[in-house]
Nanobody, 117 residues
Framework: QVQLVESGGGLVQAGGSLTLSCAAS????????MGWYRQAPGKQRELVATSTRVGFTNYADSVKGRFTITRHNAENTVSLQMNSLKPEDTAVYYCKVTSKRTGRDYWGQGTQVTVSS
């Protein structure tokens, strides 16, 4: 059974930093593509950053240069370092992994990030 658990969210002032972490069980991150997504109130879920199993990364234009996605294969976790946070970054942040073997997506429960102005 695949489980993803996000942590590290919270309340931060604009310009501050947070690091989110996603821990996986039942699936090996290093062998699959994964990513961070976010959903703000009243908006659709959107891609924040992705990391492929071969090491390519991709970022939404709105977070380029501010956010960094990193795999920690030994711990089977993936982090999202968020710097220079803006109020518009406020959202629930979700971790997703796509199984290479089945093509199925697995999601975590989400962690709230709130950036005050």
């Amino acid at each position: 059974q695949v489980q993803l658990v996000e942590s590290g969210g919270g309340l931060v002032q604009a310009g501050g930093s947070l690091t989110l972490s996603c821990a996986a069980s039942g699936i090996i991150f290093s062998m699959n593509d994964m990513g961070w997504y976010r959903q703000a109130p009243g908006k659709q879920r959107e891609l924040v950053a992705t990391s492929t199993r071969v090491g390519f990364t991709n970022y939404a234009d709105s977070v380029k240069g501010r956010f960094t996605i990193t795999r920690h294969n030994a711990e089977n976790t993936v982090s999202l370092q968020m710097n220079s946070l803006k109020p518009e970054d406020t959202a629930v942040y979700y971790c997703k992994v796509t199984s290479k073997r089945t093509g199925r997506d697995y999601w975590g429960q989400g962690t709230q990030v709130t950036v005050s102005s």
